[in-house]
């Protein structure tokens, strides 16, 4: 039995590469708690409203030909048992599952070092569901200030903030920068286009620190023109419902903050009895190996791997996440057919980073060269619609670029979705049927 820890670029890619190696000749079991497959990269434009969230999302069992797929969240795992606790989505059942191998990919989540009220204030751009939520919050910020005739207010509910000066960080800011001018001028006449502000706060000195210190001060000068401020060297240490602080003890009024500011491995993982690098990330073996447990296979972005080429950590990307599936994939199948020597080590030399920066322009480093601008911007699209899992993916992707390219933006909220809960199923339905059909026979005894 194979169990795979979450559907991610790491467990997806596994589960597509690991069912051509076996002839049913084991039984390969996904679990996580979401049923699709997240493209993250694309994830931004859900929030500016230049693609669906059904374009970017792809359900998990698509990619099940002779696998299980269990929608559950892992509760707990037990190494010494090789066993794996897990709860359902839809009715809270626990169960336990047993593995001969298992796969780690449960990737990250957001570090927000500890701080409640930044945690509980500020919208944050991992999930599906953030980027709906970004989408509704500031298409609702829009529409409130527009009919906001006090202008300082309308100012501080025009004023967006986004920490984290990574991809995640600058690619949010740029796209939610571009929506609401673009939105604004469309559809809000009260809106004085000059008033929306949006802010980017980096701890370091610069911005996009993945792609060298040319590239990065090209996109800083580029987000800079294009009317994002950026505020370098410092950190958010706290925040309100209507305000963030800085580490310079500078106060900004705000509605909406977004934290891009950093990830750190959910504590099920950083707490295994194994050995941890850096923000609990578990190390790994040339192989892929928990070092201590040759059955478990880690990848993607809960695990810690050097890479010798540079002889830094390799960094959490959806790119590193693809290539270590392909080895973690081999590596199983061949330790499951007995064949131990031809596993394959992880040694991979990074090709290139691409990163959007606005409308029609990018930064990318491929190969060592650098490429500015439109070509940049082209070459991200291309590479990541590529990538895209499946062609209907890919023709719908193309065709809401195409739609936006052509139409003003869309500005409607699906407003607050509204949350069934279920008290758990723990009798079958036919047994319900049954006592009440025994119940009414001893009712009509008394006719
Ligand atoms: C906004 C954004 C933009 C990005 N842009 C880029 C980019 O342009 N290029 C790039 O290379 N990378 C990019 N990344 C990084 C990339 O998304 C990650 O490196 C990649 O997703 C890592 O893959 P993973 O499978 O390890 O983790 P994930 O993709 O995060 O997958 C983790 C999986 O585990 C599941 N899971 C987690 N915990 C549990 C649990 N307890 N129980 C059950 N299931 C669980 C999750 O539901 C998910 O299916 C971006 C990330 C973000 C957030």
Redesign the pocket.
């Known amino acids: 039995m194979v169990l795979i ?9 596994v589960l597509r590469e690991i069912q051509n190696k076996f002839n049913n000749d084991a039984e390969v079991t996904l ?4 049923n699709f ?2 493209f ?5 434009e859900v929030s500016s409203g230049m693609l669906h969230p059904s374009d970017i999302s792809t359900p ?1 069992r698509t990619f099940c030909k002779t696998a299980n797929f269990c929608h ?4 707990s795992i037990n190494l010494e048992s090789k066993t794996v606790t ?1 709860i359902r989505i839809f009715d809270q059942k626990e169960t336990t599952l047993e593995y001969d191998y298992m796969v780690l ?5 957001d570090n927000f070092f500890g701080n409640a009220n930044i945690e509980e204030f500020a919208f944050t ?3 599906l569901e953030d ?1 709906i939520a970004i989408r509704n919050h500031i298409i609702s910020v829009l529409e409130c200030a527009d009919q906001e005739r006090d202008s300082i207010l309308q100012e501080q509910l025009l004023r967006f903030v986004v920490v984290g000066g990574g ?2 960080g600058v ?2 800011a740029t796209e939610i920068n571009h929506f609401l001018h673009d939105a604004a001028k469309n559809f809000y006449k009260n809106i004085d286009l000059k008033k929306i502000q949006t802010i980017i706060v980096s701890a370091r000195n610069g911005i996009l620190p993945e792609v060298g210190e040319d590239l990065g001060n090209f996109a800083l000068d580029y987000v800079k023109k294009s009317g994002i401020e950026v505020i370098t060297n410092t950190k958010a240490v706290d925040a309100g419902e209507d305000h963030i602080l800085l580490s310079d003890n500078t106060l900004i009024p705000c509605a909406t903050m977004i934290w ?1 500011g950093g ?1 750190i491995v ?1 504590p ?1 993982v950083s707490s295994l009895k194994c050995e941890h690098g850096a923000s609990g990330r578990v190390i790994v073996d040339q192989y892929l190996r928990l070092k201590e447990h040759p059955n478990i296979f880690a ?5 810690h791997l050097v890479d010798h080429h540079t002889g830094s950590v390799y ?7 693809i290539r270590q599936a392909k080895i973690v994939s081999e590596n199983l199948a061949a330790k499951i057919y007995g064949q131990e020597n031809a596993m394959k080590i992880f040694d991979y030399q990074n090709k290139g ?3 959007t920066i606005g409308k029609c322009t990018g930064v990318a480093l491929i190969n060592g060269r650098k490429v500015f601008g439109l070509q940049a911007w082209l070459l ?1 699209r291309l590479f ?1 619609w590529l990538n895209l899992p499946t062609n209907e993916k890919k023709v719908k992707v193309a065709f809401d670029w195409l739609l936006h390219a052509v139409f003003r933006s869309d500005i409607m909220t699906v407003g607050f979705i509204k949350k069934k809960t279920l008290t758990r199923l723990e009798t079958p339905i036919y047994s319900v049927l049954e006592r009440s059909q025994e119940e009414s026979f001893d009712n009509t005894s008394y006719l």
């Open positions: 820890l979450g559907g991610g670029f790491a467990g997806s890619n679990i996580s708690q979401d497959f997240l993250t990269p694309m994830l931004p998990i559950a969240r892992v509760l897990v990919a449960m990737g990250s989540k751009i991992k999930t980027a991809f995640a690619e949010i891009a990830v959910d099920l990848l993607g972005d809960c695990v960094p959490t990307t959806a790119q590193i996440a980073v691409m990163a991200w990541y």
